[in-house]
């Protein structure tokens, strides 16, 4: 059986992408894209959109992240992050909210989130307590938040020496939460497959 983290794609968006998706629409033709762009707010609202959601300095991103709407000075990891939130629909359902900068997303700690992507949220307490004594366990959610965050596994492991992970940028706990959601839509999606396959 699948675990959930086993439904979780590694694909990235460019944040233009992602930006277009949220604040033009989709479907649209690359000239009607390309007329929205040149409004006169538009890279405003983006960076906002961006500092927002992946909870960056508004000033970093303007500066630091490239002049273009392309900012493809932007971390790879954000990337990631950002694809989590279209999988999950976020933007969609809370469109109207993120693009007036009032959209706060919830958080997951990393043990929470850790319970839940290895499935120990569904063991006996038996099987959680044989599961925590393997010594590779660490290593391997070591590994699953290096994987999720976009982040080495060296960096990942300066925080902390427990699943608990609690020298972890509390910031990260929202692409936690992206992440969770993203598996929880891709999950669903799988078992309605599935559901299909099997009619007759």
Known sequence: ??????????????????????????DYSKIDYLEAETTSCYRTQAIKVLSRLLCVNPTTVRNHWGKTLNFESMPENYQLILAYVETAGINQKHASFIIKDKYTPSRLIAKD??????????LTTEEIKLRLSNNSFFTECAHTLSQVLGFGYRTVMNWGYDIR???????????LYYASEAIKTRQALYNKDMIVAACP
């Open 113 to 122: 989130f850790l319970d839940y992507a290895l499935g120990l949220d569904r």
């Open 1 to 26: 059986m699948k675990i959930p983290i086993n439904y979780l794609s590694s694909e990235r968006i460019k944040p233009r992408d992602f930006l277009r998706h949220l604040l033009i629409g989709r």
């Open 165 to 175: 992970f609690h020298k972890m940028p509390q910031e990260y706990e929202y692409f």
